[in-house]
């Protein structure tokens, strides 16, 4: 049985970390950081609790995920993703444990219009980005033994997300603007959690970094439009330009990621984004 720690509890991705974990015979610690347990930005905190967890893995889900308060908000941001990152790439290599920590589309400036892959040049467009590339190469430089998993547009049943939001203002409103022009991959964090649990069962040790996002493409109107039509919610959608709903954090127009590299080494296939969605809504009602 292997032990493993999972960091930021209480966040959407941990949460369904939790839900799949129990069809694994794995000894799994969830920590969050209200309580108390671990804050991945206390070193001392992080060193002792990977010194007394003898963890094989620890999965690190704890991030500054307030994409557009980092620009205000950027030593919360630098302390959370990328020195907390750093400690626990730190503390896992003293400890022989394997680091799965979790990346982002956003480190990418959105100019290509192929997907992405693991080999191309990062340009953060913001501080949220940039601070997620700067907690990649602290994982890269202070460990060996680390998968750093890149995903798009996260959503599930649980905490704050586009799905979430959109069923509430489906309910409250009668028409909606959603922008049209940043084309990337809706992923649904169960489908994320399990290819997490997968690199551990497979015991898989050809580390590095990888992307994973639901398949198939869309721009946040479509994404939008299908939550509506799954949900049966009639409420008029215009599509706008991003330009018509300007936001402190700027965004990658394009942030579509391969996945080739992911289904060649876990052997998957990953479901379409519209399928995961119909799952996840079903979840609601
Ligand atoms: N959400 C997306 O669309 C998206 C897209 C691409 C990549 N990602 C990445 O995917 C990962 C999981 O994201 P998510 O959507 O599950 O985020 P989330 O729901 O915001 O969860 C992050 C958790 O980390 C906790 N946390 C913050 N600072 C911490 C600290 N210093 N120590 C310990 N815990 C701390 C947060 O607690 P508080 O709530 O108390 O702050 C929260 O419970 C993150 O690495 C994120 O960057 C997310």
């Not at 003898?54 to 919360?76: G, L, P, Q, S």
């Not at 994982?139 to 997300?161: A, P, Q, V």
């Not at 992911?262 to 990953?270: G, Q, V």
Request: net charge negative; charged share 25%.
């Amino acid at each position: 049985m292997k032990k493993i720690l999972v960091t930021g509890g209480d966040g959407q991705l941990a949460r369904c970390i939790k839900d799949v974990s129990s069809k694994y015979a794995e000894d799994f610690t969830f920590v969050y950081r209200n309580s108390l347990e671990l804050n991945i930005a206390d070193e001392e905190a992080v060193s002792k609790e990977l010194e007394y967890g003898t963890y094989d893995y620890c999965i690190n889900c704890a991030a500054y995920t307030h994409v557009d308060n980092a620009e205000k908000e950027k030593e919360k941001a630098i302390s959370v993703n990328h020195i907390g990152s750093k400690y626990l790439a730190i503390a896992c290599k003293k400890h022989g444990t394997m680091l799965l920590h979790i990346s982002t589309d956003f480190v990418f400036n959105g100019i290509k219009r192929v997907p992405y892959t693991e080999e191309d040049i990062e340009e953060p467009l913001s501080v949220y980005g940039s601070t997620k590339l700067l907690g990649e190469k602290e994982i890269k430089n202070n460990t060996f033994k680390y998968f750093i998993i890149r995903t798009s547009w996260l959503y599930s049943e649980y905490g704050h997300n586009f799905m979430k939001s959109m069923l509430k203002l489906g309910k409250e409103k009668e028409e909606l603007s959603v922008v049209n022009d940043q084309i990337g991959t809706p992923t649904y964090a169960k489908d994320l959690a399990e290819v997490l649990l997968l690199f551990i069962v497979k015991e898989n040790t050809d580390y590095g970094i990888y992307n994973y996002s639901n398949e198939g493409t869309a721009s946040w109107y479509d994404f939008a439009t299908a939550i509506f039509e799954i949900s049966n919610i009639s409420v008029k959608v215009h599509p706008i330009p991003s330009k018509e709903y300007p936001l402190p954090a700027q965004r990658p127009n394009f942030s579509v990621l391969d996945k080739a590299k992911i289904k060649e080494a876990l052997k998957i296939e990953i479901p379409n984004w519209k399928d995961s969605l119909l799952k996840a809504c079903k979840t609601l009602n």
